[in-house]
């Protein structure tokens, strides 16, 4: 066989160009697999990422979290809740469970809203930092209460809100995260129990990363009747028509203790409340919600609350929670569950009395 000739007449093939390697594409995160996400508050007492382990163990695949105590303006420096190496650990340990989204509550000491300037100044204060320790926990999403204009009009009190929202994210590089709006029952003077209300705050704030969250005892409250397919159809189409259901993205999934309208937010255990269990199965399937995380913020009155709670959803999705053991490492949550009841014990007081004050 003759050896091939070198020829200085090569042709020039477009593939010998230099091409520099494509900047690749962002992973998606890991939990961002397209299974249905359901999730629940759970407490950070003691170390922050002790609640990821706590959240998992229940059965949920998503959670929310306060990221320091909501009843302190302050987190202390350094402190046991302080994110800085916590962060690191928090993170790495909910790479390994894949939960997502995570989603963190503002502390409701703050209000935007509030015509109290001493109170406004701390709440933008406390809110921007509620914003850096989310971005430093990688959440995805930061819930927050609009705010209350306690004397002032409603267009007063939503400009306030958007203007606090403008301030506490100056210099902020919001990354990933997103701040939600959550609806509100109503109560007082509370901005949000209407969306267009919502909608005017995110309208007026059109360079910062808004989006909505839905919390379901407060729509009951507000006087949309859950209880049928056409007061859920009524609720979606007022979404729609306001803020849109795309801005959606987490479902706060509560039953309520309190009556259709009655401004009063009080949540109870799902199916066991004024909406009841027929409700929260057309919410958890309805196709125009397809993709929202669904996260429960019902009491724990009796220890195991949590879980049977998730357990309730995870039924109402046709997924038994054996099921859910194959989706989320069933053998963990088995062979955990003992020990796992004794820790909810041990914070449970805690986390009542939060929800609580939360409402
Ligand atoms: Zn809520
Ligand atoms: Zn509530």
């Given at each position: 066989m003759e050896e091939p000739q070198h020829s200085s007449t090569q042709p020039y093939l477009p593939s010998d160009e230099y091409r520099p390697e494509p900047v690749p594409e962002p992973a998606p995160p890991a939990w961002m697999d397209g299974s249905i996400r359901i999730g629940i508050h759970t407490s950070i007492a003691g170390e922050i990422a002790s609640a990821l382990d706590l959240a998992y163990n229940l059965g949920a695949n998503a959670l929310q979290i306060f990221s320091a105590s909501p009843r302190m303006w302050r987190r202390p420096a350094n402190g046991a809740k302080g994110v800085g190496p916590s962060a690191l650990r928090f993170r790495a340990r909910r790479e390994e469970l894949k939960l997502g989204p995570l989603v963190i509550h503002d502390n409701y000491l703050i209000n935007l809203a509030s015509p109290d300037r001493i109170l406004r100044v701390r709440s933008i204060?406390?809110?921007?930092?509620?914003?850096?320790?989310?971005?430093?926990?990688?959440?995805?999403?930061?819930?927050?209460?609009?705010?209350?204009?306690?004397?002032?009009?409603?267009?007063?009190?939503?400009?306030?809100?958007?203007?606090?929202?403008?301030?506490?994210?100056?210099?902020?590089?919001?990354?990933?995260?997103?701040?939600?709006?959550?609806?509100?029952?109503?109560?007082?003077?509370?901005?949000?129990?209407?969306?267009?209300?919502?909608?005017?705050?995110?309208?007026?704030?059109?360079?910062?990363?808004?989006?909505?969250?839905?919390?379901?005892?407060?729509?009951?409250?507000?006087?949309?009747?859950?209880?049928?397919?056409?007061?859920?159809?009524?609720?979606?189409?007022?979404?729609?028509?306001?803020?849109?259901?795309?801005?959606?993205?987490?479902?706060?999934?509560?039953?309520?203790?309190?009556?259709?309208?009655?401004?009063?937010?009080?949540?109870?255990?799902?199916?066991?409340?004024?909406?009841?269990?027929?409700?929260?199965?057309?919410?958890?399937?309805?196709?125009?919600?397809?993709?929202?995380?669904?996260?429960?913020?019902?009491?724990?009155?009796?220890?195991?609350?949590?879980?049977?709670?998730?357990?309730?959803?995870?039924?109402?999705?046709?997924?038994?929670?054996?099921?859910v053991g194959a989706v989320a490492d069933g053998f963990h949550i088995r062979r955990s569950a003992k020990r796992k009841s004794r820790i909810i014990r041990g914070h449970r007081s805690s986390a009542k009395k939060s929800r609580r004050r939360k409402r």
């Open positions: 204060q406390a809110f921007h930092e509620e914003i850096v320790r989310a971005i430093a926990l990688g959440a995805d999403f930061l819930v927050a209460h609009p705010g209350s204009g306690k004397g002032a009009s409603m267009s007063a009190a939503i400009s306030a809100i958007a203007d606090g929202l403008r301030q506490a994210s100056r210099g902020v590089n919001f990354g990933n995260l997103r701040i939600l709006l959550e609806n509100t029952a109503g109560q007082g003077t509370s901005v949000g129990s209407r969306f267009a209300e919502i909608k005017s705050i995110i309208d007026q704030c059109l360079e910062l990363p808004l989006g909505v969250c839905v919390d379901t005892a407060h729509l009951f409250a507000a006087g949309h009747d859950l209880r049928t397919a056409e007061g859920l159809e009524g609720a979606l189409a007022e979404i729609e028509a306001t803020v849109g259901l795309a801005r959606v993205h987490v479902i706060h999934t509560n039953d309520s203790k309190s009556a259709l309208g009655s401004h009063l937010d009080r949540h109870e255990h799902i199916g066991k409340g004024k909406i009841g269990r027929d409700a929260f199965r057309r919410i958890l399937n309805h196709p125009r919600l397809a993709g929202r995380a669904f996260i429960l913020e019902t009491p724990i009155d009796r220890p195991g609350d949590d879980r049977r709670n998730i357990e309730t959803l995870w039924r109402l999705v046709g997924i038994t929670p054996r099921r």
